[in-house]
């Protein structure tokens, strides 16, 4: 009790009466805003807005968080950038001008603007703060609510001197309710509205708006001054079944199966499989009326549509309509998702099956290429000896278990293979061999697209690589899917490992090394080429020298081979048979059929075999002799450098830098990469016996032997030479190179390259290879077709946007696709890009066809019309010159008409008049028909706009400026006033 009782330990609760309140704060940070924002203090100006500046200007927008209590708010400021208002605005303000917003209520320049925020559209004006609630957070339904927010933008205007209107958003978001002020000094605007469902029965026309203005401004001057008027009545046209399909209907005779949008191999299909255009919208507009000019009440209305003065139209376009390219590209990309090898696609049977053929195929075709020998390989078509041993092979196979159906399969082959084709003319039979595909080489086409398959790192166009993309593609948008594409790799990779075990050049690829600016799967089918080229060269050149021995053996009549060299382009070996260098021939270098020698004249010291005999030589070098002899130096014949794929480079460069740094791994790294240096050297060695490094060099590389005048005693000119000083730099490759080559001419050296053993990782690297990683090495292949297709069809259409897009994505394109791993994410965005610009191109065509562009000829409507089509696809609406009497109006006038008298026949009718035939309407409306159809469909929407300046609340007030905005719908009935009233004495 003691301790209760101690004074020290009572406590005193002290209330501070001066803690500014939750609304307090919000209110000062309603006002922290505007001051952060600038918006304090005088905004009146004289500028007024351009006649469609709302539409075509810049529009600006700020926005912050603020709260009150713990309930979130987001206030934003919407404005619109005037360059002229920052220059001449400050020098043209007035002391008692009204606010901007004032004078933007009464301004007509810019009514009813297609493209801008509501409260623009409802009250004209270009600049104002919306205070709306946070994301997430409940609707200001409670009427004490919005009051409470209405007097704090009221305080916050006052306190800061603000004056650009400010409106606060009440009721439900999607009812789009805002209610605000605006202050000036001595004036004040309030913005009211009201939202309905229904159009009350006695406000449906102009006359009952008229009554709703008159009195809310509540004017007791007589004669009350004049109403200004703009009226805006738009109708809908969504009935386009009287014109033709924008895609072409399938063709059921065709392969493709009566696919929609079908095309034959080679081709990619474009454009809408549905309507892209869903409505047009065709806005009549009185802009300058006057109360008592124009009549419109529940009996009457002058409002003809026709005699508007001003038409305006936009078209409403359908939401992502399904296109052949979008989902051509869309259904191919997706294949790089799964994961699934060819041998799980196709199921273990059918892959030990096709693994059967492949060991049975040469077997089977060897029996069908017997006649080579006396019938022409013209005759003997490739892909006749393919097809008829792989029917010879399957002919067991139920049908049903092949993915791919077999003409569809054969025409595929013969497409990617045309020169397996059958030859019937006589002079294409004189041809022993099909001719390898040059990529147009030779053609004077100079277009910048042939050189697009650089950028993109894809293929030549129409090369064996982008026909298999097409082809791809294709299977996999119309013919299976997934298991389609890996059973015609399946095949593809049969085809090519026939003609590179029977010696027939790939088609449709350009002639010498792997590209390596192209794509990958285009270098390897290259190097398979080159590999076919160098065994042919080999089995040509044998079966030369075995034909000159036998000729020989006939002209000895002993069979044994003359002394001197014979006539074959081939040299052989001194002491060596061909028989016996004929088992190695997997393992040392032929010289080609074109690279014969040059017999040199034998010396009296080679004759008594005292020098070596000189080989492979192909001619002598500038007239220049050895340093040691007076004998000429010869350019020797030399093994042709390996070609390599990126991948195969790649992985030499990991190779050589896991090596390291050190000096045994520096040396080892030289002398691999000095192999074909070696060689020459033995090359060099073998056509220039007696020859010194000295002598390499020169023929090499010219530079590293220097040369010098002088002049000796005698005044004669003297040349001295010698390595240069990288080439006498200790342990000097070049040098150990030379010291270890030996005398071996081209022929019987170890082949630099093994197109054996290359073509063999070729033809594993291609058969192990999944569809996904198929469809990866194709896409820029596919990418580039689609790129081609669009500029074809922009060509055609001159749609400006889309052809500044194309440039745009295809040179992100080009960043994006040379890395070898791509970015899956960016791809898509990509292909997204492409399908947006196809959809672009097939709106304009379907707008064209519309319209009857195009068939009637050239000629002034006709380039109006062009020129009203791409500004309908460019910009939010479009003005219609002349109106409903112009030759645009009169096609639009007869679109609706159209569409009227056939939505009036029953549905049968309507299916027997499409077109519709004007002499049948006319029979029926003589018959006994219905009464006279309209030429338009009631408004879908009729808006308009009442101004006035009449002095308020007092008769001895300012003449301030009134507006009454008014939307009338089926289903929406909305009045935003504005109304200003003279603070000064009241």
Known sequence: MAADSDPESEVFEITDFTTASEWERFVSRIE???????????????????????????????????????????????????????????????????????????????????????????????????????????????????????????????????????????????????????????????????????????????????????????????????????????????????????????????????????????????????????????????????????????????????????????????????????????????????????????????????????????????????????????????????????????????????????????????????????????????????????????????????????????????????????CACLVNYNHGGLRAVAHLWQEFVLELRYRWENNYLIYGLPEGSPDLRCCLLHQKLQMLNCCIERKRARDEARKALEGNKERQRKVSGSGSAPDSKTASTREVSPGKSWDSWSDSEDEFFECLSDQGDIEAPHTEAEKNGTKSKAEGRLHPYNNTTLLNSTEPLYIPVTQEPAPMTEDLLEEQSEVLAKLGTSAEGTHLRARMQSACLLSDMESFKAANPGCVLEDFVRWYSPRDYVEEESVDENGVKVVKGELSARMKIPGNMWVEAWETARVTPARRQRRLFDDTKEAEKVLHYLAVMKPADLTYHLLPCILHAAILKLKEEESVEDIPSVKKIIQQVTSQACKLLHPLNHDEKKVEDLINQLMAMETAITRARSLKAKFAIGEGGKGEDTEELEKFVSSLLEEPEVVVIGAGQGPTGSIIHRLFVNAQRLADFTNDEAALLAPLDDDLVRDKKTTGGSAKVPDFPPPAGREIILRTCVPRPAPYSKALPQRLFCVLMREEFRLAGAFSSDTSFF
Request: charged content about 25%.
């Open 32 to 470: 922290e805003v505007l001051n952060d924002w600038k918006l304090i203090g005088n905004s009146t100006g004289n500028l007024t807005p351009e006649k469609g500046e709302y539409t075509n200007g810049t529009w600006g927008e700020k926005t912050q968080d603020i709260n009150f209590a713990d309930f979130k708010f987001c206030i934003s400021h919407y404005y619109m950038t005037q360059e002229s208002e920052k220059d001449n605005g400050k020098d043209k303000l007035e002391e008692d001008a009204f606010p901007l917003a004032m004078q933007d209520l009464l301004c007509m320049n810019n009514d009813f603007p297609p493209r801008a925020h509501c409260l623009v559209r409802w009250y004209g004006i270009r600049e104002f703060v919306v205070i709306s609630p946070g994301t997430n957070c409940e609707a200001i339904i409670s009427e004490s609510k919005c009051n409470l927010l209405l007097s704090s933008i009221s305080i916050s205007l006052a306190n800061s001197g603000c004056q650009v209107p400010m409106f606060v958003q009440i009721q439900q978001k999607w009812r789009r309710v805002y209610v605000g002020e605006c202050q000036g000094p001595g004036v004040r605007t309030d913005f009211e509205m009201v939202h309905l469902r229904k159009v009350p029965n006695q406000y449906n026309h102009l006359s009952g708006l008229l009554d709703i203005f008159k009195s809310k401004i509540g004017c007791s001057l007589s004669p009350l001054p004049p109403i200004t008027i703009a009226i805006r009545f738009t109708y809908i046209l969504q009935d386009w079944q009287q014109y033709s399909w924008p895609q072409q209907p399938p063709d059921f005779d065709t392969l493709l199966g009566g696919e929609v949008g079908g095309v034959e191999f080679g081709k990619i299909p474009f454009g809408a499989c549905e309507e892209p255009i869903s409505e047009l919208h065709l806005a009549t507009t009185w802009p300058h009326l006057t109360e008592g000019i124009v009549v419109d009440n529940d009996v009457y209305s002058d409002l003809d549509p026709l005699q508007a003065p001003h038409w305006s139209v936009r078209v409403r376009t359908a939401e992502n309509p399904q296109c052949l390219l979008g989902d051509f590209l869309t259904e191919f990309f997706k294949l790089c998702c799964r994961k699934e090898s060819t041998e799980e696609i196709l199921g273990r049977g059918m892959a030990e099956e096709e693994g059967k053929e492949n060991s049975d195929i040469t077997s089977a075709l060897s029996k069908l290429t017997e006649p080579a020998a006396t019938v022409p390989i013209s005759k003997l078509s490739v892909s006749n000896m393919v097809h008829s041993a792989r029917k010879h092979i399957r002919r067991h196979r139920r049908t049903d278990e092949s993915p791919l159906n077999t003409d569809v399969l054969n025409t595929i082959l013969l497409y990617l293979f045309p020169d397996a084709a059958v030859e019937k003319s006589s002079e294409s039979s004189k041809n022993k061999t099909p001719q390898p595909y040059t990529c147009g080489k030779g053609q004077q086409k100079t277009s910048p697209d042939d050189n697009l398959f650089l950028q993109l790192k894809s293929a030549p166009f129409d090369s064996l690589t982008y026909r298999l993309a097409l």
